[in-house]
């Protein structure tokens, strides 16, 4: 029975188009199945570029290009257009079999013919070709083909590639801009995550190359299958994943394995994959989690996108570390009572105030979290002989003793009143976990990674059984916005030569990414192995405006500014929703707020988690894990970014000074990266340091 397949290129048209063609397009897949070629009016194409090309009607108006197969039953929808311009698009484009993938690529080959002789002319010898010091065959091994060869031969300046992405096969124009940024053959090979197949290719075979070509081409069986593919900007990675996200998923793993990267790299949408290949495979149950419940809420979503095999999903179990924590103290000693965070502080006060120490009630419930919950220290002995990696005020021994002294005394007064932090219902699930080899899960999908502390990567670690594809880890440590620092051997996981990076930003324009990426420019940031972690290699082949960057008088001022910039998107037609703004201090969230509403446009507060159609506005924190069209970041004042009541002073701990101000700068950079298309940044009175420095450099 003949199949109707879509080329992923079309997807980005879909939504393009008039209401009613776009019913009549959902509604010729329900008819493909049922219907004679001749009932659909599939038809050849006079002087059409490739022979295999043929016109489906849409209706009396409309005409989609179909791809046919010399043999088989599949046929792949290319494009939907105008009578006239469906018929002229296929005059002039065609669809080819990359000589390196063996997958299908589409070029407007019209187009390229008439650029090579343009291009020669414009070649000087002032301005040397750009490729001139690669030679064909390396062009070859990557998959350029001859035709693409010859224009690449002509290009003297990176703008002619810029312009020629409306023609080139894209795989191919990948390859041309990682060259000509400077990285070598085997680098841009590796970025891009493309396979060089072993086995010869034979190049004029199609209907082989639309069966390899699953990340460009999906088989939707009817109506309700398309709009589920086009009905969320997620879905398009339901279905394509790049080959290096691909190989990540896919793996077979002798233990942990982590994947990182930059923002927008894809690095969640992997994690979801991953969770759902091994709940495919049958092992055992699967979770997926996180630190927070606002993040596992979106995991949720993303995999009720992805996965439509009842089977597979009643395997995978999506919750934050604390719920799961939680479930497996209550099977053993039911309801904590959780002590809440103002009674820790008076609690923290009166033991400073009985003991006489001079150490204050935070410094002190940092000690406790990260040193004694983060390297299991339960005597006084491990403590005066355990390292504080991290903490940058020394201690001495009668300062140690001290210390200890009240966290004791903090402990016992837990144990006898009844009391329960979520810190130590972790630990107490931990140890229950440890005692069993009857483990709740066979695999555990982490994201997020570089935000969670160490007592919850012990809890992970004790929640699955060490076996193969025990654990996989998503995180970019560039992106952490709370103070856990971690090394991954201390609490137990190995991930030495199963890690991989991504390197390629499918969410953000390159201006974006690159002044984003300016704001970590010389920060030595851990990898949570004990060395330092890069994103130089971090890379967006798309382009758009700069960021604009604006400093106002007044906090009025500035939110009547943020206003305008909003009711000038509206007006470009950006949905409500499509636009956040995101600040450091909540009262300054009000006073846009208040703004938007007074010029008549509706808003909301990220944490009241309605789903409206307004403007969103948050916390940088609140930003995580979201992304927007159009973005703000506001109120980023010298008084406000980084916060004064987030940052320890350097004269009371240098180091731990020096993290502050780097988990702030990272905050920063977190909410710049929510933005796709446009960021606007703002500031009223003197600009953050963060910024100036950027400006000056």
């Given at each position: 029975?003949?199949?109707?397949?879509?080329?992923?290129?079309?997807?980005?048209?879909?939504?393009?188009?008039?209401?009613?063609?776009?019913?009549?397009?959902?509604?010729?897949?329900?008819?493909?199945?049922?219907?004679?070629?001749?009932?659909?009016?599939?038809?050849?194409?006079?002087?059409?570029?490739?022979?295999?090309?043929?016109?489906?009607?849409?209706?009396?108006?409309?005409?989609?290009?179909?791809?046919?197969?010399?043999?088989?039953?599949?046929?792949?929808?290319?494009?939907?257009?105008?009578?006239?311009?469906?018929?002229?698009?296929?005059?002039?484009?065609?669809?080819?079999?990359?000589?390196?993938?063996?997958?299908?690529?589409?070029?407007?080959?019209?187009?390229?013919?008439?650029?090579?002789?343009?291009?020669?002319?414009?070649?000087?010898?002032?301005?040397?070709?750009?490729?001139?010091?690669?030679?064909?065959?390396?062009?070859?091994?990557?998959?350029?083909?001859?035709?693409?060869?010859?224009?690449?031969?002509?290009?003297?300046?990176?703008?002619?590639?810029?312009?020629?992405?409306?023609?080139?096969?894209?795989?191919?124009?990948?390859?041309?801009f990682g060259l000509a940024a400077g990285f070598t053959p085997e680098e841009v090979w590796a970025d891009l995550g493309a396979h060089i197949l072993?086995?010869?290719?034979?190049?004029?075979?199609?209907?082989?190359?639309?069966?390899?070509?699953?990340?460009?081409?999906?088989?939707?069986?009817?109506?309700?299958?398309?709009?589920?593919?086009?009905?969320?900007?997620?879905?398009?990675?339901?279905?394509?994943?790049?080959?290096?996200?691909?190989?990540?998923?896919?793996?077979?793993?002798?233990?942990?394995?982590?994947?990182?990267?930059?923002?927008?790299?894809?690095?969640?949408?992997?994690?979801?994959?991953?969770a759902y290949t091994l709940a495919k495979r049958g092992a055992g149950k699967v979770l997926v989690t996180t630190f927070t419940s606002t993040l596992?809420?979106?995991?949720?979503?993303?995999?009720?996108?992805?996965?439509?095999?009842?089977?597979?999903?009643?395997?995978?179990?999506?919750?934050?570390?604390?719920?799961?924590?939680?479930?497996?103290?209550?099977?053993?000693?039911?309801?904590?009572?959780?002590?809440?965070?103002?009674?820790?502080?008076?609690?923290?006060?009166?033991?400073?105030?009985?003991?006489?120490?001079?150490?204050?009630?935070?410094?002190?419930?940092?000690?406790?979290?990260?040193?004694?919950?983060?390297?299991?220290?339960?005597?006084?002995?491990?403590?005066?002989?355990?390292?504080?990696?991290?903490?940058?005020?020394?201690?001495?021994?009668?300062q140690r003793a001290q210390v200890w002294q009240a966290i004791w005394e903090f402990e016992q007064t837990l144990q006898e009143q009844g009391l329960?932090?979520?810190?130590?219902?972790?630990?107490?699930?931990?140890?229950?976990?440890?005692?069993?080899?009857?483990?709740?899960?066979?695999?555990?999908?982490?994201?997020?990674?570089?935000?969670?502390?160490?007592?919850?990567?012990?809890?992970?670690?004790?929640?699955?059984?060490?076996?193969?594809?025990?654990?996989?880890?998503?995180?970019?440590?560039?992106?952490?916005?709370?103070?856990?620092?971690?090394?991954?051997?201390?609490?137990?996981?190995?991930?030495?030569?199963?890690?991989?990076?991504?390197?390629?930003?499918?969410?953000?324009?390159?201006?974006?990414?690159?002044?984003?990426?300016?704001?970590?420019?010389?920060?030595?940031?851990?990898?949570?192995?004990?060395?330092?972690?890069?994103?130089?290699?971090?890379?967006?082949?798309?382009?758009?405006?700069?960021?604009?960057?604006?400093?106002?008088?007044?906090?009025?001022?500035?939110?009547?500014?943020?206003?305008?910039?909003?009711?000038?998107?509206?007006?470009?037609?950006?949905?409500?929703?499509?636009?956040?703004?995101?600040?450091?201090?909540?009262?300054?969230?009000?006073?846009?707020?208040?703004?938007?509403?007074?010029?008549?446009?509706?808003?909301?507060?990220?944490?009241?988690?309605?789903?409206?159609?307004?403007?969103?506005?948050?916390?940088?924190?609140?930003?995580?894990?979201?992304?927007?069209?159009?973005?703000?970041?506001?109120?980023?004042?010298?008084?406000?970014?980084?916060?004064?009541?987030?940052?320890?002073?350097?004269?009371?701990?240098?180091?731990?000074?020096?993290?502050?101000?780097?988990?702030?700068?990272?905050?920063?950079?977190?909410?710049?990266?929510?933005?796709?298309?446009?960021?606007?940044?703002?500031?009223?009175?003197?600009?953050?340091?963060?910024?100036?420095?950027?400006?000056?450099?």
């Amino acid at each position: 029975m003949p199949t109707l397949a879509i080329e992923k290129g079309f997807l980005k048209d879909l939504g393009r188009l008039e209401k009613s063609v776009y019913k009549r397009v959902t509604e010729v897949f329900d008819e493909f199945e049922e219907a004679t070629h001749t009932g659909l009016h599939l038809e050849k194409i006079a002087n059409a570029r490739n022979p295999n090309f043929r016109s489906i009607r849409i209706d009396q108006s409309w005409r989609g290009i179909v791809l046919a197969p010399s043999g088989g039953d599949v046929y792949t929808l290319l494009k939907v257009l105008p009578h006239d311009d469906a018929y002229a698009w296929a005059q002039r484009s065609n669809v080819s079999v990359n000589s390196a993938t063996g997958v299908i690529e589409i070029r407007d080959e019209a187009e390229l013919d008439r650029h090579i002789p343009e291009t020669r002319e414009h070649a000087t010898s002032e301005r040397p070709p750009l490729f001139a010091d690669i030679k064909d065959g390396e062009l070859i091994r990557l998959g350029i083909d001859e035709k693409v060869l010859a224009f690449a031969r002509t290009v003297t300046d990176p703008a002619q590639l810029d312009a020629a992405k409306a023609f080139l096969p894209e795989l191919q124009c990948d390859v041309l801009f990682g060259l000509a940024a400077g990285f070598t053959p085997e680098e841009v090979w590796a970025d891009l995550g493309a396979h060089i197949l072993s086995e010869p290719i034979d190049t004029d075979d199609l209907d082989a190359a639309i069966l390899r070509s699953n990340e460009r081409v999906v088989l939707v069986s009817g109506p309700d299958e398309l709009m589920d593919v086009f009905a969320y900007p997620f879905a398009t990675w339901r279905v394509y994943l790049h080959p290096t996200q691909r190989a990540a998923v896919e793996a077979e793993y002798n233990g942990p394995a982590r994947v990182t990267g930059g923002p927008g790299t894809g690095k969640t949408v992997v994690a979801l994959h991953r969770a759902y290949t091994l709940a495919k495979r049958g092992a055992g149950k699967v979770l997926v989690t996180t630190f927070t419940s606002t993040l596992s809420d979106s995991l949720r979503e993303g995999l009720d996108m992805l996965v439509d095999d009842d089977a597979a999903i009643g395997r995978i179990e999506v919750s934050h570390i604390d719920r799961i924590a939680h479930q497996v103290f209550r099977r053993k000693h039911g309801a904590p009572h959780l002590m809440t965070s103002d009674d820790e502080t008076a609690m923290w006060t009166n033991l400073i105030k009985k003991l006489g120490l001079s150490f204050s009630a935070v410094f002190l419930a940092e000690e406790w979290r990260q040193v004694v919950l983060a390297r299991r220290i339960t005597t006084a002995n491990d403590y005066l002989a355990a390292k504080r990696t991290g903490r940058g005020r020394a201690l001495g021994a009668v300062q140690r003793a001290q210390v200890w002294q009240a966290i004791w005394e903090f402990e016992q007064t837990l144990q006898e009143q009844g009391l329960w932090t979520h810190e130590t219902v972790r630990r107490e699930a931990t140890r229950l976990l440890e005692a069993t080899t009857d483990k709740p899960f066979r695999h555990i999908v982490i994201d997020e990674a570089q935000d969670l502390s160490p007592d919850q990567w012990r809890f992970l670690r004790a929640a699955v059984a060490r076996a193969p594809n025990d654990l996989f880890i998503a995180g970019d440590t560039h992106q952490r916005i709370y103070d856990h620092r971690v090394s991954l051997r201390e609490v137990g996981i190995e991930i030495a030569g199963r890690s991989s990076r991504l390197n390629i930003n499918y969410r953000t324009t390159a201006e974006i990414l690159a002044f984003s990426l300016g704001l970590l420019r010389g920060e030595a940031i851990d990898d949570m192995e004990g060395g330092l972690d890069s994103i130089a290699g971090c890379k967006s082949y798309v382009h758009g405006e700069r960021p604009r960057l604006i400093g106002l008088t007044s906090a009025e001022e500035e939110a009547e500014q943020i206003a305008s910039a909003v009711r000038a998107w509206l007006s470009k037609g950006i949905g409500l929703s499509e636009i956040g703004i995101a600040v450091r201090a909540r009262w300054f969230a009000s006073r846009i707020e208040h703004a938007l509403t007074t010029a008549g446009i509706n808003c909301i507060d990220l944490a009241k988690a309605e789903d409206l159609d307004a403007v969103r506005i948050g916390t940088m924190h609140r930003m995580k894990g979201l992304e927007f069209r159009c973005m703000v970041v506001a109120g980023v004042s010298a008084k406000l970014v980084p916060a004064m009541n987030a940052v320890t002073a350097a004269e009371d701990d240098k180091k731990t000074h020096d993290q502050d101000l780097e988990r702030e700068r990272c905050l920063l950079f977190v909410a710049c990266t929510r933005a796709r298309e446009e960021l606007f940044v703002t500031w009223h009175g003197q600009a953050s340091p963060f910024v100036t420095a950027l400006q000056t450099s």
